[in-house]
């Protein structure tokens, strides 16, 4: 939801990047994986990591970012060090 609790404001920065608006059931996952990151203390990226590696049946979770700061604060959770 918006600010103001408007769903037409929420959905029009896909309108504005050319994408359809989400299905109401995956409005409703990004809302519950939102809330249970906000509890945890850590970002929705770093809580869908983690149930990636938690799922015997997920064998290579691949993530995406744009830098390297973004994957440090992603994996920085999981203990996991770089090496030069």
Same mark, same amino acid.
């Given at each position: 939801?918006?600010? +103001?609790?408007?769903?037409? +404001? ?9 994408? %359809?608006?989400?299905? #109401?059931?995956?409005?409703? &996952?990004? !809302?519950? *994986? !939102?809330? =249970? %990151?906000? #509890? ?6 770093? =809580?869908? &990591?983690?149930?990636? =590696? %938690?799922?015997?049946?997920? /064998? %290579?979770?691949? *993530?995406? /970012? /744009?830098?390297? +700061?973004?994957? #440090? !604060?992603?994996?920085? !959770? ?7």
């Amino acid at each position: 939801m918006s600010r +103001d609790g408007s769903q037409a +404001d929420n959905n029009r920065g896909y309108k504005s990047r050319g994408l %359809a608006e989400p299905h #109401k059931s995956q409005q409703l &996952l990004n !809302e519950r *994986v !939102e809330e =249970l %990151a906000k #509890k945890r203390g850590i970002s929705m990226a770093q =809580l869908a &990591l983690a149930w990636s =590696l %938690a799922n015997e049946f997920i /064998t %290579a979770p691949i *993530v995406g /970012t /744009t830098n390297l +700061d973004s994957l #440090k !604060e992603l994996i920085g !959770e999981f203990g996991i060090a770089f090496m030069r």
